[in-house]
């Protein structure tokens, strides 16, 4: 409607324009109007006028019909507008209903998103959950071989034989019971950590699947044995989870009673060692007595008192050492914390904090650095304590967040820096602690320095080359 009135404001304005023309046209006429008489001018002028006015009429119309057109189509606007703003409105107040059922999502569905499974049973061991898997199988059994597993109907007849009919369908609830638990078994077989939930919706998808494939002949899995079905899966995914857990004790227990041998081992060596040095100055010092007995020269004496002295000295250190080793294998909680490095394997601010109760620390981190990392450990500080491992749990607490495996416990890697290490040291430790600020990781600055000199060297083109051949 719009368009038709732009042409008829076309047509009206050409109609001005021919009448201006013509306008125009009459006022050169009369210039000329000394031979017209008065009445064929009165004529002319009556003719223009009635032009003028018909033109302009037509104007009046037309922008009428403009103003109107223009108001509907500003209430046009305003009602669209107005629609706009309800449904946007409507959309921000769906958009908010779903952010917060998102945010409120239970924890576990977040948690299985990224990977995490909250346990449904949570049994103590992996030997309950293979007696309740064993229960579950026979329960599945059970509803399989008293035919409950499935229903179906006994109305179908082959040939009018009713016989002919059940046996059919009997073969149909078998094929789609055998169907059924291949796909749950190939599904359950392959779960893991990360695909518990898609595994679930699987064996629900087939279920559906074979329901509505035997509806035709009214034959459908009963919700019973899917349920069944449900619970093996979680059931032995979580019997794995478990399994490896056990296995991961049982490696710390391992390793905790290698440990603890090799304590007793060092024990015994450095007991051996000091009962050894205890006899040697003991017979060194009754022989020195002897001797004092029998000298008579002054000056000997004195040098045989001194002697004595730093011997009596050398045998109060062999005590204080069996003391301590005695304190030692008493107190199983002494030990020593420490704070090791490994720029070249994990680069800056990775830290390992782990306890010992060597003899000897170095030979604990000496282990740690063996043939699984290209590079040996540095040390950044030893801490003796009487309860060490109370002072590396404080540690462990303080940098929980900051682990790099959140998964493996026992895996004591933390991103942090050597400051907050200490500042949690000295609220935990109330002696003084000396730590090594920069690590020497000189096999690995070493091989810096050869692959960067590699880098820069220039390549030489073999002599060869233009043959095609390569030296």
């Excluded at 100055?281 to 007595?289: E, I, K, P, R, V």
């Amino acid at each position: 409607m719009a368009i038709m009135d732009m042409f008829r404001v076309t047509k009206i304005k050409s109609q001005l324009d021919a009448t201006e023309k013509e306008r125009d046209a009459l006022r050169t006429t009369l210039s000329s109007t000394e031979h017209m008489t008065h009445f064929e001018l009165t004529k002319a002028i009556a003719e223009l006028a009635e032009k003028r006015d018909t033109a302009l009429c037509g104007m009046a119309e037309l922008e009428a019909g403009l103003e109107k057109k223009r108001q509907s189509l500003n209430q046009q606007l305003v009602d669209i507008n107005r629609q706009a703003e309800a449904k946007r409105a409507e959309l921000n107040k769906e958009f908010d209903e779903k952010r917060k059922e998102l945010v409120m999502m239970d924890e576990e569905v977040l948690l299985q998103s990224f990977g995490f499974y909250k346990p449904k049973y949570n049994l103590t061991s992996s030997e309950a959950y293979k007696v309740r898997l064993d229960q579950i199988r026979k329960q599945q059994e059970e509803l399989v071989k008293s035919g409950r597993a499935a229903t179906a109907s006994t109305s179908w007849t082959i040939n009018n034989s009713q016989a002919e009919g059940a046996r059919m369908v009997k073969d149909y609830v078998k094929l789609i019971l055998r169907s059924f638990n291949n796909e749950c078994d190939a599904s359950i077989v392959g779960v893991k950590f990360n695909n518990v939930e898609s595994t679930e919706k699987r064996i629900r998808k087939a279920f559906d699947a074979l329901n509505t494939l035997g509806k035709r002949m009214t034959i459908s899995i009963i919700p019973t044995y899917l349920d069944l079905k449900i619970q093996e899966l979680h059931l032995c995914y979580e019997y794995q989870v478990k399994k490896q857990q056990e296995k991961e004790e049982q490696k710390l227990l391992r390793e905790q009673l290698r440990e603890e041998a090799k304590v007793q081992k060092e024990i015994e060596e450095m007991r051996a060692k000091v009962a050894k040095e205890e006899r040697h100055f003991a017979q060194a010092l009754q022989t020195l007595d002897a001797r004092l007995v029998r000298v008579d020269n002054e000056t000997e004496r004195q040098l045989l008192e001194q002697e004595r002295t730093s011997l009596l000295l050398q045998l109060t250190e062999v005590e204080k050492t069996k003391q301590d080793i005695l304190n030692r294998e008493q107190n199983t909680r002494a030990g020593y914390v420490y704070v090791i490095s490994n720029v070249g394997s994990f680069g800056e601010n990775v830290y390992k904090i782990g306890v010992t109760r060597r003899l000897e620390p170095q030979e604990r981190i000496d282990e740690l650095g063996d043939a699984s990392v290209p590079f040996n450990f540095d040390i950044h500080t030893l801490i003796f304590s009487d309860d060490a491992p109370a002072l590396e749990n404080a540690l462990h607490k303080a940098f929980e967040k900051r682990r790099l495996n959140m998964i493996n416990r026992r895996r004591e890697f933390f991103h942090v820096t050597l400051d907050e290490i200490k500042q949690v040291v000295t609220t935990h430790f109330k002696k003084p602690v000396e730590f090594v600020e920069l690590a020497d990781a000189q096999q690995f600055r070493q091989s810096l320095i050869l692959n960067q000199a590699e880098a820069s060297t220039p390549v030489i083109p073999s002599r060869f080359s233009q043959f095609g051949v390569s030296q």
